[in-house]
C-alpha cells in the first residue's frame, strides 16, 4: 500500500522508476518479473506505477536519483 502522500504523477520511463529505487532498469524488471508484474512496452503509466510500488513498496524519497555503476565505486 502506498503511503498517501506518496507521489505518483504523469508518465516515466523504466529508467526514471529504477533510478527512484537507486538500481538499474535491468534489476528493476528482475524484480517486477519475480513479483509477477508485467508491464506493456512503452511508458509505464501511474496505473502500472501503482503495481510496481505495490508489489516492490515505496522507493525511499532520500534514495540515489541514478543507479550506482562500477564507476561509481572505484572512485570512492
Given at each position: 500500500?502506498?503511503?498517501?502522500?506518496?507521489?505518483?504523477?504523469?508518465?516515466?520511463?523504466?529508467?526514471?522508476?529504477?533510478?527512484?529505487?537507486?538500481?538499474h532498469y535491468?534489476?528493476?524488471?528482475?524484480?517486477?518479473?519475480?513479483?509477477?508484474?508485467?508491464?506493456?512496452?512503452?511508458?509505464?503509466?501511474?496505473?502500472?506505477?501503482?503495481?510496481?510500488?505495490?508489489?516492490?513498496?515505496?522507493?525511499?524519497?532520500?534514495?540515489?536519483?541514478?543507479?550506482?555503476?562500477?564507476?561509481?565505486?572505484?572512485?570512492?
Amino acid at each position: 500500500m502506498l503511503p498517501p502522500n506518496h507521489p505518483i504523477e504523469g508518465s516515466k520511463s523504466r529508467e526514471e522508476i529504477a533510478a527512484l529505487y537507486g538500481i538499474h532498469y535491468r534489476t528493476l524488471m528482475r524484480r517486477l518479473k519475480k513479483a509477477g508484474v508485467t508491464l506493456p512496452a512503452g511508458a509505464v503509466f501511474p496505473a502500472e506505477q501503482k503495481l510496481i510500488y505495490e508489489a516492490l513498496g515505496p522507493p525511499q524519497m532520500d534514495a540515489p536519483k541514478a543507479p550506482i555503476t562500477p564507476k561509481d565505486i572505484k572512485d570512492s
